[in-house]
């Protein structure tokens, strides 16, 4: 299994017996984790020194919800 994110929206039946908790509560704790890496890495933003323009860098290739459901 590459992104258990992907089988748990595919199977959302199945969230109970994976992560132990529903798939509803899976929802509203991937979008609390969401809002706190937000937070978090406005937070990194705005205490960096910058020498090159903001978003300069590589592009990242995974979305929000998918680090948060990797990073188990």
């Given at each position: 299994m590459k992104n258990?994110?992907?089988y748990i929206?595919?199977?959302?039946?199945c969230?109970?017996?994976l992560l132990g908790i529903d798939y509803q509560a899976?929802?509203?704790l991937l979008?609390?984790?969401?809002?706190k890496?937000?937070?978090q890495q406005a937070e990194v933003e705005?205490?960096?020194?910058?020498i090159n323009a903001p978003r300069g860098g590589r592009?990242?290739?995974?979305?929000s919800d998918e680090e948060v459901g990797v990073a188990q």
């Open positions: 258990p994110l992907h929206h595919k199977y959302p039946h969230t109970q017996q899976f929802l509203q979008e609390q984790a969401q809002l890496q937000t937070e705005r205490q960096k020194v910058r592009k990242s290739i995974l979305s």
